[in-house]
């Protein structure tokens, strides 16, 4: 599997405040956020329910991880979905870091993504709390 996920019962907006929250509580900000509900209404006409694409990152795992591989920026940051279902749940899913860094076949780049991971799965574990 590449990902793990939660489902929330709260409105997008605040889910997504809830996410980046608990993500800044483990130490990652979001560098990026794709609307790509936005977008496809721009580009293509096309009615779409919410969906955000953050992009999280922790400065201090991620220079580790520069430092060990120089090119692992085509694999960062780690991307968090927010999504709005059919039901009106929110899906909250995160890319697996320690699946996705597999790729660059270095232990010590598979111990920094196992560190990521943990950290992304309190993300997780702290929005099913709340």
């Known amino acids: 599997m590449y990902s793990f996920s ?39 006409g096309l009615e779409k ?6 992009g999280a990152c922790n400065p201090v795992l991620a220079n580790q991880a520069l430092e060990a591989e120089p090119d692992i920026g085509l694999l960062l940051p780690c991307n968090v979905v927010i ?11 995160f890319m697996d ?8 076949d270095r232990d010590d780049v598979v111990a920094l993504a ?7 799965l309190h993300v997780k574990e702290s929005l099913e709390n709340d």
Request: glycine share 2%; with cysteine.
């Open 83 to 93: 999504r709005k279902e059919e039901d009106d749940s929110i899906t909250v899913a």
């Open 97 to 104: 870091p320690a699946a996705v860094l597999t790729l660059v």
């Open 114 to 120: 196992d560190q990521v991971k943990e950290k992304l």
């Open 6 to 44: 939660t489902q929330l019962k709260c409105s997008f907006e605040i889910a997504q405040q809830q996410v980046t929250e608990a993500l800044k509580e483990q130490g990652f900000g979001v560098l990026t956020e794709i609307d790509v509900q936005a977008t496809l209404k721009k580009k293509l």
């Open 49 to 54: 329910r919410p969906y955000k694409i953050l």
